[in-house]
């Protein structure tokens, strides 16, 4: 896996966005894979001041976003839905009808992950597939445990998970729905190439066990070693202990 350390989160974000507005140029079509949580905000902030100037065109992009809650409309103000639109697709020129998201309220949720995987056939693969991880070791909403599924699926969230996504439910973790649908570990490898970024020092610990430790269900992230063309984007906070290795 490649590494690259960058000296704060602001520059890395704007490195990054630069990068993908750069692809974007090569491959308008481009079809993205995207997470939430805190980390992309500065990343989709900073796609959308590109392209304000002029510098990053998504018209023609699709999107595919890595998870979303159970029984939460697109238009709860607690979905991820609401979160991408706020940070992201209201920045953008993204074409509505090319951006896919899991529906957390749809009445079969198994027949909505199997829709998922086929549109993201359908729309040839992901190219380029964004990740956060959380601080256990997670990608999506794979959690760790003694087994994991490896095409879209619906998921038992975590207790640690439901507190550190309570900011969009009022504070309150026991607003936080118990479920959530998730691409899988094996969706998420299919993808031809995977960036993930990391920062701040909470995430140093789990960095360090993706990148030199064994592969293991109980670290998810660690199923990226086996993919050929992944990077990890850092700060120096999250590359913390790797400073002995790289
Ligand atoms: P964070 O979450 O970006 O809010 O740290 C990452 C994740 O849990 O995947």
Redesign the pocket.
């Known amino acids: 896996m490649k590494v690259t350390v960058f000296e704060n989160e602001r520059v890395l974000a704007r490195t990054l966005a630069v990068q993908i507005a750069a692809t974007l140029g090569q491959n308008p079509s481009l079809v993205l894979g995207l997470?939430t949580?805190?980390?992309?905000i500065r990343l989709y902030h900073e796609l959308g001041t590109l392209h304000h100037a002029g510098q990053a065109d998504c018209s023609r992009a699709t999107t595919f976003n890595l998870d979303e809650f159970v029984g939460v409309a697109p238009d709860d103000p607690g979905s991820y839905r609401t979160f991408m639109r706020e940070h992201l697709f209201s920045r953008v020129n993204l074409d509505p009808a090319r951006i896919n998201f899991l529906d957390g309220s749809a009445a079969d949720v198994d027949a909505e992950c199997r829709r998922y995987e086929d549109a993201i056939a359908a729309a040839g693969g992901i190219d380029l597939q964004l990740?956060?991880?959380?601080?256990n070791g997670?990608?999506?909403f794979n959690e760790p445990g003694r087994e994991l599924v490896g095409p879209t699926h619906r998921v038992r969230l975590k207790e640690s998970?439901r507190r550190?996504n309570a900011g969009l439910f009022g504070g309150d973790p026991t607003k936080v729905p118990a479920e959530a649908l998730s691409m899988g570990v094996g969706s998420i490898l299919k993808a031809k190439r995977i960036v993930l970024i990391a920062t701040?020092k909470l995430?140093a610990r789990c960095v360090d066990r993706v990148l030199n430790g064994p592969i293991t269900t109980r670290l998810p992230a660690s199923f990226l070693q086996v993919h050929r063309d992944v990077e990890l984007m850092l700060d120096t906070a999250a590359a913390g202990r790797l400073a002995d290795r790289v």
Do not use: D, E, W
Not at 37 to 40: E, F, H, I, S, Y
Not at 131 to 135: E, H, K, N, R, S
């Open positions: 997470p949580g805190r980390t992309p990740l956060g991880i959380g601080t997670h990608i999506g998970t550190s701040g995430k």
